[in-house]
């Protein structure tokens, strides 16, 4: 069964402010989908369309062959039967309920279709679901807990088995880490993209961290103003960006012709290594000590800053030649 999501001629205005100009995107089953942007560009506004959340001006949301949306047709499928599931960024936990009932909710929501949560003997049925949604995130034992006794991580944990307890065939997150300290959200990334790729869901994740997009997605979305700039692998996203936003957005970019021809600073070569590399002379400008390296600014001829890196210090104000292979070298189409 086709069950990738396909939206077509989305948009979306709030009074003279447009959110989201007509839009185009396919989430693919089974893939790590992220829409990744700076504040206010749209992200969160077409996540919860995409929910049931918010309804859109014009256009088409389908699953498959089922449409869940269309403004033409006057269609729209209410959230709670898109079976889809939500993680937010505050948590959204009920405080007044314990872990279990918490998650215990989201199923008895989504009573309405084929899930655990449905039927006669549901009781008993409904208490194994929860218990194994929990034992998933490793919060067995703690079922009789608030909120309130649990920490940021944990809270994320049982509002991500409360998505997902009922099975949903889509689990949209609005940055969900952002709540966390740095360490913790290290340590969370690498986890819920575990369990997502061990229950094998279809994920549609919003982020304005480029390092979270890019480590954890199989597709990034890079989106701006209301608009999608690009959509890729995050290897074409970071190599081959279409667009000088998406290039500076993500990573460290040294431009050879401003908003044109770029390389990354980890391409940069201290010696010559390969016979048809481009040679520039630069000056040594900045240097910051990151631990693993030197992280070095240079000022290019053509007057650009560029960054490059290096395992020891070099002096600054020195001249020095830098090389740079021809297929590091990016132009980006005009
Ligand atoms: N209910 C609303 N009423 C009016 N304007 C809105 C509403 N919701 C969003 N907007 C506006 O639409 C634009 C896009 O907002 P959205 O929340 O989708 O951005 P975002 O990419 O999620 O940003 P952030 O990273 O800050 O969460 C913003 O300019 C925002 O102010
Ligand atoms: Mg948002």
Redesign the pocket.
């Known amino acids: 069964m086709n069950q990738d999501l396909y939206i077509h001629g989305l948009s ?1 205005t ?2 003279h ?4 100009h007509e839009t185009n995107l396919v989430v693919r089953r089974g893939q790590f989908t992220t ?1 990744l ?12 369309m995409i929910a049931g959340l ?1 309804t859109p001006d014009t256009g088409t949301i389908t699953m498959g062959e089922e449409v869940l949306f269309s403004a033409e047709r006057k269609k729209d499928i209410p959230a709670h039967l898109r079976h889809f599931g939500m993680v937010f ?1 505050d948590f959204a936990l009920w405080p007044h309920m314990t872990v279990f009932e918490n998650v215990a909710f989201g199923l008895r929501a989504g009573k309405h279709g084929k899930g655990p949560g449905s039927g006669s003997g549901r009781g008993k049925e409904l208490r194994i679901a929860v218990l194994e949604a929990l034992d998933k995130v490793r919060l067995s034992g703690m079922e009789d807990r608030y909120p309130h006794q649990l920490s940021g991580g944990q809270q994320q944990r049982v509002a991500f088995a409360r998505a997902v307890a009922i099975r949903p065939r889509l689990v949209l997150f ?2 969900p880490l952002s709540a966390l300290d740095a360490v913790l959200r290290e340590e969370m990334r690498i986890e819920m993209l575990s369990l997502v790729r061990d229950l094998g869901l279809t994920a549609l994740y ?1 982020t ?1 961290d480029q390092i979270e997009a890019m480590s954890m997605s199989d597709e990034v979305v890079v ?1 701006r103003s ?1 608009h999608i700039l690009q959509t890729g692998t995050p290897e074409i996203i970071y190599g081959r960006p279409s667009h000088p936003e998406v290039a500076r957005f993500i990573g460290k970019s040294n431009w050879l012709e401003p908003e044109r021809t770029l390389f990354r600073p980890e391409h940069v070569r201290w010696e010559q290594d390969q016979v048809d590399q481009h040679s520039f002379t630069v000056e040594i400008r900045h240097i910051s000590y990151v631990g693993d390296r030197y992280e070095i600014r240079i000022r290019a001829e053509n007057g650009e800053l560029w960054t490059a890196y290096h395992s020891t210090r070099l002096p600054i104000g020195e001249q020095k030649q830098i090389w740079v292979s021809p297929q590091h070298i990016h132009q980006l189409d005009s």
Request: charged fraction near 20%; charge should be neutral.
């Open positions: 979306k709030f009074g402010m447009t959110a989201l829409l942007g700076p504040s206010g560009c749209g992200k969160t506004t077409l996540l919860r918010e960024q609005d940055e919003v304005h989106m209301g």
